[in-house]
């Protein structure tokens, strides 16, 4: 169905197709679509580690009949034992479908190039797309749709700021960015939306960001590969934490893609609270995966 056999990042659908996938999680989820891949099989790349990753795509690739190869960084090595593009020829040559969770995003582009069955971004550290699935999905159930949502962003640009940048765009979510200086999202990743008619907002202050929101979304500030600048980032963080102040005067639900750097980027009383829908969203990985899974195959 999609005008592309892979899915890098959330614009390689088109918002029709967007569509399309988040109705077909939907019916998934609710028990209505019932389509099955039997004797299918999804080859699942790890550089880096994962706990929802892994076991929403090979839960859900079970639960359509097929099975799911786990290959972690001990099992295979990409681009260091044999070149990428022999590592991907050979492994479209198994599976149906392959799912990649790596570092640089080039790598991932590279082993697409050279692919012929449809190659799924599980995370770079460029763009989560199938975060944004999930975070699509979950304002939609919550909200019944995302007219007159507004969502906003408190943190880091991080990868899955940024494709929620992009997907929000596409579904028309009014949405406000607010990061510290020097890190907020890539200049193009702002044209691109401003590209598909729905640029976000950009503040300084978290507060106004928060400020008339129904959403509230945040990451954590030390993203994997980032320990090395704990203390810097910490420092220019401060101010940012999603907290019971920040939301003192606001009724907005809470949104993480986890996992939670509990007391850090957000606190332990937000995330435990009534108004964070981080559990939802967890599980809507799934039934967002199996959908896109579903969309790739039937193509």
Not at 116 to 142: F, K, M, S, Y
């Amino acid at each position: 169905m999609p005008d592309t056999d892979h899915f890098l990042d959330i614009d390689d659908l088109a918002p029709d197709e967007l569509d399309a996938v988040l109705d077909r999680a939907a019916a998934i989820k609710a028990g209505t679509d019932g389509t099955r891949f039997p004797d299918h099989t999804l080859g699942m790349l790890f550089e880096k580690p994962s706990t929802r990753t892994r076991i929403s795509f090979e839960t859900g690739m079970t639960q359509l009949g097929g099975h799911a190869i786990f290959l972690g960084p001990d099992d295979i090595q990409l681009g260091h034992g044999e070149p990428l593009s022999d590592t991907s020829r050979v492994l479209s040559r198994y599976v149906d479908a392959v799912m990649a969770r790596l570092f640089d995003h080039d790598d991932l582009v590279e082993i697409a190039e050279y692919s012929d069955v449809p190659v799924i971004n599980g995370l770079t550290d460029d763009a989560h797309p199938c975060q944004t699935l999930a975070d699509l999905l979950t304002i939609r159930e919550a909200y019944g749709g995302f007219d007159d949502v507004n969502a906003a962003w408190v943190g880091d640009g991080n990868n899955v700021g940024q494709s929620l940048v992009v997907g929000a765009a596409m579904v028309g979510l009014d949405l406000t960015v607010a990061t510290p200086d020097g890190y907020g999202m890539d200049d193009a990743v702002r044209e691109q939306a401003a590209e598909l008619g729905h640029a976000p907002t950009v503040v300084d202050d978290p507060a106004d960001a928060v400020d008339g929101a129904d959403v509230v979304y945040t990451d954590v500030w030390i993203s994997m590969g980032q320990e090395d600048q704990r203390e810097e980032k910490l420092a220019a963080f401060d101010g940012y934490q999603v907290n019971d102040d920040l939301l003192s005067d606001s009724d907005a639900d809470v949104m993480h893609c986890l996992p939670a750097h509990r007391g850090e980027e957000i606190t332990d009383s937000v995330l435990e609270s009534d108004r964070a829908l981080v559990w939802d969203q967890a599980e809507n990985r799934l039934h967002a995966q199996t959908g896109l899974l579903v969309e790739l195959l039937d193509a």
